[in-house]
């Protein structure tokens, strides 16, 4: 989890509000990653950056969208959350070296919406 | 879509025994990796193996990867009681920038 860390920890909100989750960065990657993990699908994409301001979907984006205004902050945005959406979330990074995808994953946020 | 599907999807062994895991995927790929997860953390990668190789060591770690069966295997010997978590395949789709992981399989090694 060095160089990583996502905010907050744990969350319980209620359907309908808006989450913001937050992932930070001290190792100037180049790419982060936002993935929610459930029981039976194992680990999935929502989205991810190549750079400040440049990002692009995964498998599941709908009802997520993100935000990368500088190097070290990737913010994952639930416009308005559903039950569905319940799940454990976890930013990612990767400097991409050597071509290489070697991926460096945070503590993770376990949001519950009610 | 899931890329890589790990097999077993649980494995419980003692401790001092081997543990294979089994990894097949669908799309051509660049390279594959391995990661851990213990309870409660995030992922953490343990190897990495590039389509041209056949075999690769890390420690008590051995992954094999055979590309015409568009599969892997991770072999850890010696297990410990530590070894416990569970272990995920992932794979590159042929050099995206994403990672497509498997659904993971959970080892149990008992003391």
């Known amino acids: 989890d060095a160089g990583i860390t996502q905010s907050p920890r744990h969350k319980v909100t209620e359907t309908g509000t808006p989450v913001t989750l937050r992932c930070h960065q001290t190792e100037n990657h180049r790419y982060m990653y936002w993935y929610r993990q459930d029981p039976g699908h194992g680990l999935r994409l929502i989205h991810y950056?190549?750079?400040?301001?440049?990002?692009d979907k995964g498998e599941v984006s709908d009802g997520y969208s993100v935000s990368r205004s500088k190097t070290e902050d990737f913010l994952l945005t639930l416009e308005s959350a559903t039950s569905s959406q319940t799940s454990v979330y976890f930013c990612?990074?990767?400097?991409?070296?050597?071509?290489?995808?070697?991926?460096?994953f945070g503590a993770g946020t376990r949001l519950s919406v009610l | 879509s899931q890329q890589g599907e790990e097999d077993p999807q649980a494995l419980s062994i003692q401790e001092g025994e081997n543990a294979t895991m089994n990894c097949s995927y669908k799309t051509s790929i660049n390279n594959l990796q391995w990661y851990r997860q213990n309870s409660g953390r995030g992922l953490v990668h343990l190897i990495l193996?590039?389509?041209?190789?056949r075999e690769k060591h890390s420690g008590r770690l051995r992954v094999t990867l055979d590309t015409s069966k568009k599969s892997s295997s991770l072999l850890i010997t010696a297990s410990r009681a530590a070894d416990t978590a569970s272990y995920f395949c992932a794979t590159d789709e042929g050099g995206s920038e994403k990672l497509v992981f498997g659904k993971g399989m959970k080892l149990t090694v008992n003391p």
């Open positions: 950056s190549y750079g400040v301001k440049d990002t």
């Open positions: 193996i590039r389509s041209n190789e």
């Open positions: 990612a990074i990767s400097g991409g070296q050597g071509g290489l995808n070697i991926q460096y």
